[in-house]
């Protein structure tokens, strides 16, 4: 039972194979990238693979990261995920780079709530708030640091993610500070394929999760009157 | 020798497309499967393509479009001989999307890729479809693209003129933008043309009788504009009527400019060409087709124009130029970049008018 992971949503082109029987990671590689992942991706898996030995024969699903991130990065995996699924008839399933970011810090202690936070720019962050077990507290959604800090300021949050520091300086003056503070550029790729392996492919579908609308307005300008 | 089995994949605007295709060693091809899934519904509000929606749609479907023409043509991923996708140009999110895609394929189905530039699958379609040989004269009339190109190889291109500044597809768009027709307005602004007089108004002909074969459209629609305005409220027939003698008026600079590009060809081939080919969305445009078939007469060669379908985006014409392609050697790596500009001709300055 194998797992091939990918993730290109956010700063970092990263690879994994994860052998489900003995939870080890058999070959990966993780490159630190802000742009390019459409050029690196695909080799990346086919060297890793060549480390592995296996064939995508051999793998029972693909996991990817759907985001949210950056569009055209989610884009790159989804579209990888997608095409490998195809050809070797196994699912692809998603997994929310949230969720990915989080679970390292549940799966150690989940009796303090964890907020993954991303940064979204412009003083956005995208965020998920984590409890018990992984229960879902704050569902994703965009949110300024302000905001997010507000909703996530109660007893005993761990930050997790490029936007943990950004919510950090945002914490509402008076409110218990948050016992930890992690700036992760991008989540563990062991953790998307762990991810992977327990989603339901029927839900986790490997499509993007935006967070945020296309930048688009209908436009009626330069139009001529009619009778 | 078998025949090469080809499946293409094109993303670089609204129709997300994938098909295969088979050409045998003879240089003889046909198509197998050719499915389209068009983007109009979603980018209709915006009246014309939002780049962002584009992407977003072609993420959803490419897989699903692509199983769709492996099925229907009756094989599985190991039966191709090569994977081909569109690598540019267009609008590069759609690009990344079928390009990856591309990639995922060839590595899983272990086949080679082929990165075709979008432009060249239109110049060679006229292959595929009619069986012309080099050298060819080449109209390419798109939303993005208006050039004049004599097609001597596979990858050989020598760009003759080009629009100075609107493509001609982008003109009709925009006609029928500022007429309040509905998108996507080529079409549209063709039928409205139908019903009226193609002569009621005197719009310019830009640039009609220079030697350079370039092309100008953006002061036509100014014109149209123009005359707009001063008719405004306008009736049914108005529209009609400017739509028609719009239309006309294309039709006229597009002709002229090809007897222009004819003789440039001959300068610079020493020879005439095999055919007048029409690729790019525009050459659906039966009155352009028309008048086109009277030109070749002119000039002393047929016209080769592919069917509709095969003239406004598809994944048949990627396929076709990846098995093009294929046949002489020319595969890609997986490290190959997607790319939003790439001339088919790279020596070519700007328009010359």
């Known amino acids: 039972m194998y797992i091939l992971a990918l993730d290109t949503a956010l700063t970092a082109c990263s690879v994994a194979v994860l052998n489900l029987e003995t939870d080890s990671v058999v070959a990966g590689d993780s490159v630190f990238m802000e742009r390019g992942h459409a050029e690196a991706l695909v080799p990346m898996v086919e060297q890793v693979l060549r480390d592995a030995r296996l064939h995508f024969s051999d793998f029972d699903r693909i996991a990817v990261t759907v985001g949210p991130g950056s569009f055209t990065g989610l884009r790159v995996g989804i579209s990888a995920a997608r ?48 409890g018990t077990g992984g229960r879902t507290l704050i569902a994703p959604r965009i949110a300024s640091t302000k905001e997010a800090a507000r909703a996530a300021a109660m007893g005993g949050v761990r930050l997790v993610g490029s936007g943990a520091g950004l919510v950090a300086d945002a914490w509402p003056p008076g409110e218990q500070a948050p016992v930890s503070c992690e700036t992760l550029a991008a989540p563990d790729i062991a953790w998307i394929a762990r991810l992977g392996a327990a989603a339901d492919p029927a839900t986790a579908e490997p499509k993007p999760l935006y967070l945020r609308p296309p930048d688009a307005k209908p436009q009626d300008r330069a139009r001529i009157a009619r009778v | ?60 479907v490419l897989d699903i479009v692509i199983a769709e023409a492996m099925r229907q043509a009756g094989i599985g991923f190991s039966d191709l001989s090569g994977i081909a996708a569109a690598a540019g140009p267009g609008l590069i999110g759609g690009v990344i999307v ?38 060819y004269l080449l109209l390419l009339v798109s939303g993005g693209h208006t050039q004049l190109l004599a097609v001597e190889d596979v990858g050989r291109y020598r760009r003759i003129g080009t629009t100075i500044d609107d493509a001609v597809g982008e003109a009709f ?39 350079e074969p370039d092309f100008s459209l953006s002061g036509l629609k100014t014109a149209v504009r123009v005359e707009a305005d001063r008719l405004a409220p306008l ?104 790319r939003a500009r790439w001339p088919l001709d790279p020596s070519a300055t700007g328009a010359k008018a």
Request: with cysteine; net charge negative.
């Open chain 1, 83 to 130: 095409g490998f699924a195809l050809v070797a008839g196994k699912p692809a399933v998603g997994v929310t780079t949230l969720a990915a970011l989080a679970t390292p810090f549940l799966a150690f202690d989940d009796s303090l709530p964890v907020l993954a936070a991303i940064d979204a720019r412009h003083g956005h962050v995208f965020m998920q708030m984590f």
């Open chain 2, 1 to 60: 020798m078998a025949d090469l089995l080809v499946l293409g994949i094109e993303t670089t605007c609204d129709e997300t497309a994938a098909a295969v295709v088979a050409r045998a060693p003879s240089g003889a091809g046909h198509v197998i499967s050719n499915v389209v899934r068009s983007q109009v519904e979603e980018h209709s509000p915006y009246g014309g393509v939002v780049p962002e929606i584009a992407a977003r749609a072609h993420v959803e």
């Open chain 2, 98 to 135: 079928g390009l990856t895609t591309a990639k995922a394929l060839a590595l899983a189905a272990d086949r080679p890729l082929i990165a075709v530039n979008h432009l060249e699958a239109h110049a060679l379609t006229a292959r595929l479809t009619d069986g012309v040989a080099f050298p």
């Open chain 2, 173 to 211: 768009d925009k006609v029928a933008k500022m007429l309040s027709l509905p998108y996507p307005g080529g079409p549209e602004v063709e039928s409205q043309a139908l019903r009226g007089d193609p002569e009621r108004f005197a719009f310019p002909r830009p640039l009609f009788g220079r030697r």
């Open chain 2, 235 to 338: 009736t049914d027939t108005d529209v009609a009527d400017l739509c028609a003698s719009f239309q006309a008026s294309v039709v006229d600079v597009i002709c002229d400019r090809v007897r222009a590009g004819a003789r440039q060809f001959r300068d610079i081939a020493g020879c005439g060409p095999t055919a007048l080919v029409v690729a790019g969305g525009v050459g659906a445009n039966i009155a352009i087709r028309l008048a086109l078939q009277k030109t070749a007469a002119e000039i002393g060669t047929r016209i080769a124009v592919p069917p509709p379908a095969l003239c406004t985006d598809n994944g048949a014409m990627i396929a076709w130029a990846g098995a093009e392609r294929l046949a002489r050697g020319l595969t890609d790596t997986l490290t190959i970049s997607p």
